[in-house]
């Protein structure tokens, strides 16, 4: 009798681990790529400020973070790919960081229009943001990065907005998005500034779109001018730069987002 509750129990133990593998392997996969950084900025780190939003993500994705070079190879069977704060010049006496442009470019498109996506932030005026590069590669998408900027502000997002309607985003300060009506690849605005909503601190706050969304081939984009709104000190209400904004919503939004791009259901 004994013998037999052991091989019982041993094939319990046997079930519940196939299930829990199978269970992990259908989870699609989320690449934190940091690849377009300078080696040495490390603004956002995955077990620094981005490890609450990465800790979230693990609960629907099977989440990588490294800083290999995109290829075909490497992103084969990667569902979403993540890229905040793209950098221009490189940190201190490090190399150069790598740019969205030539073959990378054409990797990362060719890949977007096969199927995969890609959420790509902006960041603060001042942090080292690559924007030239970066724009020819989204003028593929019918978007691009503009030099208008708004400061940081609580936006109630209307009930009615597709994917992330009737939440707060707190919002750390970015610059603005620049649309091509008629695109095929199907860009729109997400959120745009309401001028009726005030910045906590400031006096920049210019009418435009902060957060946009696009669907190139079979892929889809998320484009966002701020990346400091998943950072810990955001998703705490800690804030920076004496700017704490409270009662966000701000990784709920990030996981709808997140979501919507691996084709998944956004609640």
Partial sequence: MK??????ASLLLGLAFVIGNCTAAEKPVLLYSQYFNAPGENRYPADGDFSEVI?????DFMVRTNSDVLTTKT?????????????????????????IAGQDAITLYNWIVGGGALILMGNQDGHNLETTDVNKFLGLIGMKWADHYTDAKKLV???????????NWAYYTGNQIEITPGHPAQPRALVMNDLDQKPEKGTRDEAGCLLAIAEPGNGRVVLVTDSGWIANWALDDRGIGGVAIKDEDNLRIMLRLTRWAAHLPTE
Avoid: W
Avoid at 55 to 59: I, S, V
Avoid at 158 to 165: C, S, V, Y
């Fill in 75 to 99: 992103l084969a069977d990667v569902k979403v790919l993540l890229i905040a704060n793209p950098n221009d010049q490189p940190h201190g006496t490090n190399p150069p960081p790598h740019h």
């Fill in 3 to 8: 013998q037999t509750f052991a091989t019982l």
């Fill in 157 to 167: 997002l209307p009930d009615d907005a597709p994917i992330i309607g009737g939440l």
């Fill in 55 to 59: 800790g979230a993500l693990r609960n």
